[in-house]
């Protein structure tokens, strides 16, 4: 898991993609979604992927957090292959992941939520308890208490999206993952959510990797890559 950082910031390879290929089959067809993509994710590097409307952004996303295996090529965390890793582990230990439809659990508050995520993965704060942290994590995404301990199916999606990420945050982990995050926010929030991925990345070390239509986030992340046909290639700003 990701030590707590001061003042330096980590950095160094963090998730390795060797000649990954995927390609979905059913009985009529086969579409190769990915076409040999080697690329390098660093710590303490905040990384925006774009592209078009099924370009394959979300099928990387669920191979490089885990959730999925590669029809071909290798994915390494730390220099390890994740499927010697065990992708159930490097999901637990390594990487969390803030999904597009926010993937909450419906019975519980947002509280809960956040807490149940931190005992599932073992992550005891430095100081205080899981409650206080989580409490302090809703509100540095702009949930007070009174949400915080509404259930979550009575909250706006814009407010259920924010849930997703404080419960991400909380499991302080080496590599974030969203899709799409600020999706449902309001351009204010967006931008709070935003500085909260730089601050990830920057004073704490932690890859952060958003899937994004939003022109707002990609320029203020470190390095923009662009999935098209299969590919992925780093779009390099103008100075
Ligand atoms: N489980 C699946 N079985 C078959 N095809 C799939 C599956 N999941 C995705 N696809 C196809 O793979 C392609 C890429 O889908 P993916 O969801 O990764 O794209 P995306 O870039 O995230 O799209 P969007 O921006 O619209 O969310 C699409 O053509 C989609 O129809």
């Known amino acids: 898991m990701t030590a707590v950082m001061t003042s330096a910031t980590a950095t160094g390879p963090a998730l390795r993609l060797d000649g990954v290929s995927h390609t979905y089959a059913d009985q009529r067809r086969r579409t190769t979604v990915l076409k040999n993509i080697d690329c390098t994710f660093e710590r303490g590097t905040f990384y925006t992927i774009l592209g078009p409307s099924g370009s394959g952004k979300t099928t990387l996303l669920s191979l490089a957090s885990g959730l999925d295996a590669p029809t071909k090529g290798t994915i390494s965390f730390d220099g390890q292959d994740l499927m010697k890793l065990g992708l159930s582990r490097y999901r637990n230990r390594h990487a969390a992941t803030i999904f597009q439809h926010y993937n909450l659990l419906t019975y519980m508050t947002a509280l809960q939520n956040v807490t149940t995520a931190m005992e599932i993965t073992g992550v005891k704060p430095p100081t205080g308890s899981r409650r206080a942290r989580a ?18 199916m009575r909250l706006s999606g814009g407010q259920q999206q924010r849930v997703a990420i404080a419960r991400a945050l909380a499991c302080d982990v080496d590599i974030l993952f969203a899709d799409e995050p600020t999706g449902n ?22 890859c952060v990797v958003v899937v994004t239509h939003s022109q707002q986030v990609a320029t203020q992340s470190d390095r923009i890559l662009t999935l098209r046909k299969g590919r992925l290639t780093e779009h390099h700003r103008s100075r």
């Open 185 to 206: 926010l309001d351009e204010d929030t967006a931008q709070e959510i935003i500085e909260t991925f730089r601050e990830l990345a920057h004073e704490q070390g932690t």
């Open 135 to 152: 409490l302090q994590l809703l509100e540095r995404v702009g949930l007070d208490t009174d949400m915080a301990r509404r259930n979550v």
